[in-house]
Each structure stands twice: as C-alpha cells, then as structure tokens.
C-alpha cells in the first residue's frame, strides 16, 4: 500500500510542479483566480533549495506526547518524532533545529514559514489538506484510549459512564474530534494544550474524569503516572506523516524517500521500540 501511495505522490509532484511553473512562465499577468495559487505556494515552492542554502531545517513539534515527542530530565527533545527529524535532517545533509509550540498552533507555522516542516504524530486527514500537504505516512493505528483514575475503573460501564462529566482532550487533535462525535452529547469536553503533564495532571487532581490519548501515549502515561488506568478505546484507524507546506513538492518528495527507506530497512520500527522502552524505563 505505501508503495502504491509512493508511486501517486511522484506523479502528483511532477504535475503539481509544472502546473506551479506555469503560473509564472513568460512573465504574463497572472489571472486574478490563479493569485490564490501564487499565496498559498509563496512558502513552500522552492522550499528544498532554501532549506539546503541556509544548511539547517526548522521542524515544528509539541513536546508533550511521549513517545513521539517530549522533554527527557536532562531539558532536551526526545522521543520517536524527534529521531524521525534527525534522520531527516541528515538524509538532507542539514543540521536540525527544534520548535516546540502548541499543537493547534502548528498548522498556521508551517504555513507562514516559521517552520519548514512538523513532526508531531500528525494524522492524514482530507480537510486539513486545505492547510497544508502530506508526504507518505510513517505510522499508522488504530482505537484511542480512555484514561480514568484507578479508583473509578470498577465503575465505568462506557461511554455512558461520561454522561455529565468532564473529559480532557488535546485542543485541535483527532481525540477532540472524536470525543466530541462519540460522547460530546453527554460529557463536557475539556480542551489542553499539552497532554503530558498538564491534562494528566488535571486528571490525577479530579479537574476532570477522564481524558482521551493516542493508544501508546496512553500506555506509557499509565506505566509513569501511578493511579491511573486505561478502561476503554474509541473506534479509529489513522495514520501518521510529516507535514509541509503546499507546493514543497521537492521537499515532499526528498522527506517521502527518507521515510521510505527508513521503513523498508526496519529502521523505523526499530527506532519506535528503542524509544518506547527509553521512556517506559524513566517512568
């Protein structure tokens, strides 16, 4: 399957390119309707070469989701995202540069070119295709857990058990949306900007009942965090990527390759063990 998706994304590079190029040909007056394809590409066209002269890549992450992404006890990044960057950065033959910021401010970065790209476990999603572009994915997964404090596990019965309680959620993430689809009828959702510690918290401290994370983030935060447990999953299938801006098709296609090497050899897998176990073993 990805092979196939690999092979569409060149095509569509090669079309979206030479369309690109052929706004600006001749030096013509560009159509009033093409004006919007001049703004939305005046970021991310020509990005790979800009990258490449100043030597360094901006990626754009939330510190706050062990594993993908977090800050170890020596004050630095870590986590499956952060080497997924580094081996970017060297397979471009630039040096790394972290931004760490709220996930819901991610988007509106990549599209104003404070970052070049974002690594923060971001789903494939058709809508947020009007933002911003994909390469392929590097991680897919299915359900997303329910955490509740231990003392309330024997309790829960389902979603029912939400009914007129307070749910944490990560604000602009696919567990917000499917919070709110699958029990926002009943339950107050609660938006965070960081899930870890600052929902998690919140949880432990009974500011709500229960909160909602990605599967492996919720198992590493029960295993770190003594009284809590995972009681339930809401039904999901999605997958993970990097994002750039539109018209970074030489990006695009350059970080696509990386991760597609990265998967065949096994490396990326092997990455995602090595650091699951790097932070089972500090919790």
Request: negative net charge.
């Amino acid at each position: 399957m990805l092979a196939a998706a690999l092979v569409a994304l060149v095509v569509g590079l090669a079309l979206g390119a030479a369309a690109y190029q052929a706004v600006f040909s001749g030096g013509q007056t560009v159509q009033p309707e093409l004006q919007g394809l001049q703004d939305k590409c005046s970021v991310g066209y020509g990005l790979l070469d800009n990258i490449k002269e100043r030597g360094v890549i901006k990626v754009g992450t939330s510190a706050d989701w062990p594993p993908y992404e977090y800050v170890d006890p020596q004050g630095g990044y870590a986590g499956i995202d952060i080497e997924l960057a580094k081996k970017i950065a060297d397979g471009l033959g630039v040096q790394l540069e972290i931004v760490d910021m709220k996930f819901a401010a991610l988007f509106q970065a990549v599209q104003s070119g404070k970052v070049d790209i974002v690594i923060a476990d971001v789903a494939m999603k058709p809508e947020r295709l009007e933002a911003v572009d994909f390469t392929i994915p590097y991680r897919c997964e299915t359900g997303k857990a329910i955490i509740v404090k231990a003392e309330d596990a024997s309790g829960y019965t389902g979603f029912d058990w939400l009914a007129g309680k307070k749910v944490g959620v990560q604000s602009a993430t696919v567990e917000e949306e499917l919070a709110n689809k699958y029990f926002g009828d009943k339950a107050e959702i609660v938006t965070y900007d960081r899930v870890y510690p600052e929902m998690t918290i919140a949880l432990k401290t009974g500011k709500i009942d229960a909160m909602v994370a990605a599967p492996d983030v919720a198992r590493l935060i029960v295993t770190a965090e003594e009284g809590l447990v995972i009681v339930d999953q809401i039904p999901y299938f999605g997958c993970s990527t990097v994002v750039v801006p539109h018209c970074a098709f030489e990006l695009k296609n350059e970080v696509s390759s990386i991760i597609w090497d990265l998967i065949q050899s096994g490396e990326l897998q092997k990455i995602i063990d090595q650091e699951m176990e790097k932070w089972l073993q500090q919790g």
